[in-house]
Nanobody, 122 residues
Framework: QVQLVESGGGLVQAGGSLRLSCAAS????????MGWYRQAPGKQRELVAS???????NYADSVKGRFTISRDNAKNTAYLQMNSLKPEDTAVYYC????????????????WGQGTQVTVSS
């Protein structure tokens, strides 16, 4: 069983910053790509940023230059530093890992956290 637990969401004024964390737990050997997605009310879930085990990153155009994704492989944890936040960044942010290798040779695919709310006031 893989659990992803997000933390760090909250209410912030426009122009402010937040740092999200996503900790993967279970009998984990390694995680592959870790990503942050978000879903605003009435909208589809969208990719915000992702990072490979080797550290290669990918960002949505809307957050480039403002958000930074990072990870600590030893802790199976990913982070999303969000700066210069805008009201349109308001959404529930979800953590995802595409593939987790676990003790015993088991592989778990497409794992999601429960989400953390980010609200940016104008």
């Amino acid at each position: 069983q893989v659990q992803l637990v997000e933390s760090g969401g909250g209410l912030v004024q426009a122009g402010g910053s937040l740092r999200l964390s996503c900790a993967a737990s279970g009998n984990i050997v390694s995680t592959n790509v870790m990503g942050w997605y978000r879903q605003a009310p009435g909208k589809q879930r969208e990719l915000v940023a992702s990072i490979t085990k080797g550290g290669s990153t990918n960002y949505a155009d809307s957050v480039k230059g403002r958000f930074t994704i990072s990870r600590d492989n030893a802790k199976n944890t990913a982070y999303l530093q969000m700066n210069s936040l805008k009201p349109e960044d308001t959404a529930v942010y979800y953590c995802n890992t595409d593939r987790v290798r676990m003790i015993g040779g088991i592989t778990k695919y497409d794992n999601w956290g429960q989400g953390t709310q980010v609200t940016v006031s104008s």
